[in-house]
């Protein structure tokens, strides 16, 4: 099977998660994606998966691939993304991190907007406690959760001073099971390899943490692929048969 270049920003939220956008919604940004001629992208709430199955659904007929995903937030306040090929694989994943997630009891007018909704916007609902906090889970336990149901496991923004892997435990632990780091849009290519390139054997992304429909594709990963597919990134991601990892 031949290959080809896919570019992907596997990391974007939509007005699920409080701190996006409210216009951040599926199709706004399978519109925005595939203007900035993206091939691949994943939805990554914060501790959530509940607006994927409408971004997946919101780019059937399109050329553009969406996958199910989250950012969860382990016990050290480490954002990992979870990155998966279908919604069977997210949706269990969801159920683990909600029973690990602290229901904190918030006033309705002090609770930020945390919308769920359909592949056509339509709201179908909010979640009534906050999203952002940390789960119960520590960053191992994220991480055997992803792989466990057969997702990618990925530090997210690693250069970052909040939320990252390397700020707030210090060092990227070698024996972590990780697919990858993540590097924010806040460093180009060359910084990012010259900064954490030797830190561990591990390939870097560079994706935008969209919160904000322009912000979608500011940062991308082009990726050496036979196919838009999990299978497919987990082999560039480890140099396997011929796929790989690209600069830009």
Request: charged fraction near 25%; glycine fraction near 6%; hydrophobic fraction near 45%.
């Amino acid at each position: 099977m031949a290959l080809r270049r896919f570019r992907a920003d596997l990391h974007i939220h939509s007005c699920l998660s409080p701190c996006g956008e409210l216009t951040i919604y599926p199709s706004r940004i399978v519109e925005r994606a595939l203007a900035a001629g993206l091939d691949i992208i994943a939805l990554t709430d914060h501790n959530s998966a509940e607006n994927a199955a409408a971004a997946v659904r919101a780019a059937e007929g399109t050329a553009l691939t969406v996958l199910p995903g989250m950012e969860i937030t382990s016990s050290e306040e480490v954002h990992i993304l979870a990155v998966f090929q279908s919604l069977d694989d997210v949706l269990p994943v969801q159920e683990e991190v909600y029973r690990a997630l602290p229901r904190v009891e918030v006033r309705a007018e002090a609770l930020q907007d945390q919308v769920i909704v359909s592949k056509e916007d339509e709201v179908l609902g909010f979640v009534p406690y906050p999203l952002v906090g940390a789960t119960g889970l520590d960053v191992r336990g994220v991480v055997e959760l992803i792989h466990g149901a057969k997702g990618l496991a990925i530090a997210s923004h690693i250069d970052r001073e909040a939320f990252g892997l390397v700020s707030q435990l210090g060092f990227i632990p070698p024996d972590l099971a990780l697919d990858a780091l993540e590097v924010s849009p806040l460093l180009t290519w060359p910084q990012a390899k010259k900064t954490f390139a030797s830190q561990a054997p591990l390939p870097l992304v560079r994706f935008s943490d969209a919160h904000r429909p322009e912000e979608i594709g500011r940062a991308s990963t082009v990726f050496r692929l036979a196919a838009p597919s999990l299978a497919e990134i987990r082999l560039a991601l480890r140099s396997k048969k011929g796929r790989g990892v690209c600069d830009s």
